[in-house]
């Protein structure tokens, strides 16, 4: 995948190598420059890219690059004002988990835009999502934000493989100046096709859906918490090498998924864990890298479930 990265674009660097450049205007000391649009044609990326692919990219056109850690935080991993990639704006998760907070609805495009504006995501620029990389669940964070924006109709993006330690260790520079967000005019409407609603996981429940449920949680969480019946498992973090965050290579992502003996094919497959960040790991392995189309998230998943006990009763009676 990454000979494939660098030749794509390498090719996209010759082709608009004569771009002239813009000058930058003048900010406060204290500030980065605003990200803004990029003047090169548009590039293409692939849903993952490593560190060297990044700053190929921000060699040829000006990426939207989003840092989704808190703004400070005690351990500097964690925390964008103690080192970002520069140009990086700063859009914590908790905004886009927050969209999720009610256990019996989805987001309504007016809240879904909302944030996507305030976010200055214009659905132009290429945009890239940096996580913390301090755990394995860090990469389900970008990964829920990604299907989040995929959702919504945003199509040229990508997570940065590694998130930012990954960058840093490969001798990516970085910054502790603000970057200011230019608000946007998106206007997103959700499309459901990556979603599962709590009709749709009950549907499977009560035997009126031939869907398959996927169980993304580690044994402990499911021991803790048991599956709902008749689900599959993958763990999501058998997707994931090590503490860094970094997804598993091509081949071992493929054979885990196949391992899993889902019926991908022919039957519709809902992926699901606590609250969302597991189960969009599994999907974004399966939908983004191997192209599988037909996988769904539970966004609301296990967590909504103990909320809204209606729901939780009607589990345990199955």
Not at 31 to 50: D, H, N, R, S, T
Not at 63 to 69: E, G
């Amino acid at each position: 995948m990454k000979l494939m990265v660098r030749t794509v674009l390498a090719t996209m660097a010759v082709a608009i190598c004569a771009v002239p450049a813009v000058g930058k205007q003048r900010q406060a000391a204290q500030f980065e420059v605003a990200p803004v649009q990029p003047v090169a044609p548009q590039v293409k990326i692939p849903p993952l890219l490593g560190p060297n692919d990044l700053q190929t990219l921000m060699e040829i056109t000006q990426p939207y690059i989003m840092d989704i850690r808190n703004e400070s935080a005690r351990k500097a991993t964690f925390s964008y004002s103690a080192g970002h990639i520069p140009g990086a704006v700063n859009v914590p998760y908790g905004k886009w988990r927050a969209l999720w907070n009610d256990p019996l609805s989805v987001p309504t495009n007016e809240d879904l835009s909302s944030l996507i504006q305030s976010a200055g995501i214009t659905g132009q620029a290429p945009v890239i999502i940096v996580h913390s990389s301090a755990a394995r669940g860090n990469f389900g964070s970008a990964a829920f934000v990604y299907w989040t924006l995929k959702s919504a109709g945003i199509e040229n993006m990508a997570i940065l493989n590694g998130g930012i330690t990954g960058w840093s260790d490969n001798g990516g520079a970085l910054s502790q100046k603000q970057v200011p967000i230019q608000t946007s005019s998106y206007q997103a409407t959700l499309d459901p096709k990556w979603l599962a609603t709590h009709e749709d996981v009950d549907g499977v429940l009560n035997g009126t859906s031939n869907a398959q449920l996927l169980d993304a949680r580690p044994l402990h969480q499911i021991m803790e918490n048991a599956s709902l019946d008749g689900s599959f498992t993958l763990e999501a973090g058998e997707l994931i090498t090590g503490e860094g965050a970094t997804a598993a290579s091509d081949e071992s992502i493929f054979m885990r998924i196949k391992k899993a003996d889902l019926d991908w094919e022919f039957n519709d497959v809902i992926t699901y864990c606590n609250n969302g960040a597991l189960a969009a790991v599994d999907w974004f392995m399966a939908s983004e890298i191997a192209e599988i189309p037909n996988v769904r998230i539970y966004a609301h998943s296990l967590n909504a479930r103990q909320k809204a006990r209606s729901l939780w009763n009607k589990v345990s009676s199955n």
